[in-house]
């Protein structure tokens, strides 16, 4: 009896701990629900400026998918042209999932880089989903890309859009030989 009094506290510790509180939430958990806001205020700065302010992404406590129904990591969208209701991310079109996505990397990057005592993300590398983009879209995402350049960063992008080529002056051209192979020329 009085080894079990004397650990009763550290019993309730543990049991608070794995998720047994009101909110029903592991301590791990926890944690990342704080990180997770943290990276959608950078994601929503960036997002803002790709969306022309029509979205911003919270973070809900229940997502609809059923695996991730008790994590407390959902993520909903709010649509600024709609009547302000949170949306399913999986309702978004191609090209706004894209830029949703893009700035979520941005974020977690920039949330790495702001944490990890002067350790810098220096280098970013973008495949695909620039075919999904309108032209006023291409632009915005183009604009975000020049400024994380101007601020430092490298920035790769792998695409076949045309008009997306055509912005970029230093830039490899893969492009595939009928008999077998590629050619590889270099634009600077």
Do not use: C
Request: charged fraction near 25%.
């Amino acid at each position: 009896e009085e080894a079990a009094g004397s650990s009763a506290d550290l019993i309730r510790v543990a049991a608070l701990a794995r998720g047994e509180n009101d909110a029903g939430t592991p301590l791990a958990t926890w944690v990342l629900q704080a990180r997770f806001e943290e990276v959608l205020v950078f994601a929503n700065e960036r997002l803002s400026q790709m969306s022309s302010g029509r979205y911003e992404l919270i973070r809900v406590a229940e997502e609809t998918s059923q695996r991730r129904r008790r994590k407390g990591l959902g993520l909903a969208v709010v649509d600024h042209l709609g009547d302000e209701r949170t949306r399913d991310p999986r309702t978004l079109s191609g090209g706004e999932t894209f830029y949703v996505s893009l700035s979520l990397a941005l974020a977690l990057a920039d949330v790495v880089s702001a944490e990890s005592g002067g350790v810098s993300l220096e280098t970013l590398f973008i495949d695909e989903g620039f075919g999904t983009l309108d032209a006023d879209t291409l632009q915005m995402v183009m604009a975000e890309i020049d400024h994380l350049r101007a601020g430092g960063r490298t920035v790769g992008i792998v695409s076949h859009v045309a008009e997306l080529r055509d912005q970029i002056a230093e830039r490899i051209v893969v492009r595939r030989v009928v008999s077998g192979g590629s050619t590889l020329r270099v634009t600077a």
